[in-house]
């Protein structure tokens, strides 16, 4: 788990990101920046790793080392395992509530509820990836060892939205 001693950002999630850390948000306000200096990370650090990234592109991601209790801030990327009908299981994240990534190898699969035709299409490739038949995936079970601000357990079941 990353500590305020090791705290940095990054520019994408990855596998080895959801290793190193759980949780990760986007930074997108002075809020986030006075959330973060209340984990006692030292102000320049954070001002160093905002200044790393201010640029044109998407929000940078923070770990956020708070998670007991779970932090009700929106658009949280929490590292889940995933598990299909078939038994395969795969390391992935929620972007609640609509999409979600799965990592197979060096590749990420991402699924969207709100991009139903790309999904699908998503969802053939990650059959493919993982040697199995499409229909085989779904439902997808996702669990993870945190539990939500009503102490209740991360998980659920990502059925077919197609």
């Given at each position: 788990?990353?500590?305020?001693?090791?705290?940095?950002?990054?520019?994408?999630?990855?596998?080895?990101?959801?290793?190193?850390?759980?949780?990760?948000?986007?930074?997108?306000?002075?809020?986030?920046?006075?959330?973060?200096?209340?984990?006692?990370?030292?102000?320049?650090?954070?001002?160093?790793?905002?200044?790393?990234?201010?640029?044109?592109?998407?929000?940078?991601?923070?770990?956020?080392?708070?998670?007991?209790?779970?932090?009700?801030?929106?658009?949280?990327?929490?590292?889940?395992?995933?598990?299909?009908?078939?038994?395969?299981?795969?390391?992935?994240?929620?972007?609640?509530?609509?999409?979600?990534?799965?990592?197979v190898g060096d590749d990420e699969f991402c699924l969207n509820r709100n991009?139903?035709?790309?999904?699908?299409?998503?969802?053939?490739?990650?059959?493919?990836?993982?040697?199995?038949?499409?229909?085989?995936?779904?439902?997808?079970?996702?669990?993870?060892?945190?539990?939500?601000?009503?102490?209740?357990?991360?998980?659920?079941?990502?059925?077919?939205?197609?």
């Amino acid at each position: 788990m990353i500590t305020p001693d090791s705290f940095e950002m990054i520019e994408t999630v990855s596998r080895e990101a959801l290793e190193k850390h759980p949780v990760w948000a986007h930074f997108e306000s002075p809020e986030d920046r006075r959330t973060i200096l209340g984990w006692g990370i030292a102000p320049e650090v954070v001002d160093g790793e905002i200044s790393r990234y201010e640029y044109c592109g998407p929000p940078a991601l923070y770990p956020v080392l708070e998670l007991d209790p779970f932090p009700s801030q929106r658009h949280l990327i929490v590292g889940v395992t995933f598990e299909s009908s078939g038994g395969i299981r795969c390391a992935g994240y929620l972007l609640e509530p609509h999409a979600f990534g799965i990592f197979v190898g060096d590749d990420e699969f991402c699924l969207n509820r709100n991009l139903v035709e790309l999904s699908e299409q998503v969802a053939v490739r990650l059959a493919s990836a993982l040697d199995t038949d499409a229909d085989l995936l779904f439902p997808l079970r996702y669990t993870s060892e945190l539990r939500d601000q009503q102490g209740i357990a991360i998980q659920g079941t990502l059925e077919t939205f197609w």
